[in-house]
């Protein structure tokens, strides 16, 4: 944290955690989920839907930066907000009985967005786990608010999304692995002996998805698509090298090389050559494009993820961290 950069990172994330604290968190009634159905507006229901959760990163970070204890209640706030939601599954990817324009509470839905909600309430546990079970034991672990009625427990409970993905196999899991599942279980676990089991089976996965591509590690409809992809397989990759504390690395895989390289080198700031249906402006994701470069020693990559920071402000280099939830938002709509 002693570079100058990192410095303004903390004190950007530590003075926008320090406004989010007393600050209402948007409310989801459910005449905002009924809209989608009503009249196609999914607008209105993601915009507080990723707010809440981009919120909640940013609490975390910054209480992990600080650790003075000074966000830990508003971080409870947003767990338990997050939690009591009656689905995580967005209006647009809901499924209804006829004629309702409401998410079935019969039904286990795990859509995109659930979980990517059960990876941020997972990772912000296991993250302040500790700090967070001395408050009260009930926010270390996962699971709704006590009290909760049953139904409502279904969709806010990301031990369910945990479950779904513990109990698949692993040509069952490759689809999964862009939806972040696998990430939420794997922060999830305590236990080794069901921690190796998932592992064993994401390092399948992993396989899968790498076996997939071509030697020269790029994707027939250009950035846009292998951008995701790869960042997703980027995340599990990192995952998985940390939670063995380095035991599983295949950074130095020839293929891991390619499929990270420069392929998505913007030819004019954000353009980039596209085909099919695919968006001709994408982001590499500066984070994870920066430790993907580290870990196979590419300093041009490291270069693209600073220019990515760059883009769109008047600084050298933009010192906001970027959460997930927030760009999802950007595309969401």
């Keep these: 944290m002693s570079h100058p950069l990192n410095q303004e990172r903390r004190a950007f994330l530590v003075a926008r955690a320090e406004q989010l604290v007393g600050t209402p968190w948007p409310a989801l009634p459910a005449t905002l989920y009924m809209q989608y159905a009503r009249d196609g507006n999914r607008a209105n229901y993601e915009q507080p839907y990723f707010e809440r959760r981009a919120s909640l990163a940013t609490l975390v970070l910054a209480e992990c930066l600080e650790h003075r204890g000074r966000f830990l209640d508003e971080i409870a706030n947003g767990l338990w907000a997050i939690t009591e939601e009656a689905t995580w599954c967005l209006p647009a990817h809901a499924a209804r009985l ?108 992993a396989d899968r998805f790498v076996a997939a591509y071509g030697d020269d590690g790029g994707c027939d409809e250009g950035p846009g698509v292998l951008g995701p992809g790869r960042r997703r397989a980027a995340g599990v990759l990192e995952l998985m090298h940390s939670r063995t ?15 990270a390289g420069l392929s998505s080198v913007p030819t004019s700031a954000a353009l980039v050559p596209e085909l099919l249906d695919a968006d001709a402006r994408t982001s590499p994701g500066a984070g994870k494009v920066y430790r993907f470069g580290e870990r196979i020693g ?29 760009a999802r938002r950007c595309w969401a709509r």
Excluded: C, W
């Design 298 to 326: 590419s300093e041009p990559m490291k270069d693209l993820a600073l220019l990515d920071a760059t883009l769109g402000s008047e600084r050298p280099v933009s010192p906001p961290s970027r959460s997930a939830a927030s």
């Design 98 to 205: 006829p004629n309702d324009v409401l998410h079935r509470q019969d039904l286990e839905s795990v859509d995109l967005f659930a979980a990517e909600t059960a990876m941020t309430l997972a990772t912000a546990r296991y993250l302040l786990r500790a700090e967070l079970e001395a408050l009260s034991p009930a926010l270390g672990r996962p699971g709704a608010p006590r009290g909760a009625p049953a139904r409502r427990r279904s969709g806010g409970d990301e031990r369910r999304v945990r479950q779904r993905v513990v109990a698949r196999r692993p040509q069952q899991l490759v689809a999964l692995v862009r939806v972040q599942r696998p990430r939420a279980a794997m922060l999830s676990l305590d236990s080794a002996a069901p921690l190796a089991d998932l592992g064993v089976k994401l390092m399948r996965v």
């Design 245 to 259: 504390g380095g035991a599983v690395d295949i950074y130095d895989q020839p293929k891991i090389a390619a499929m």
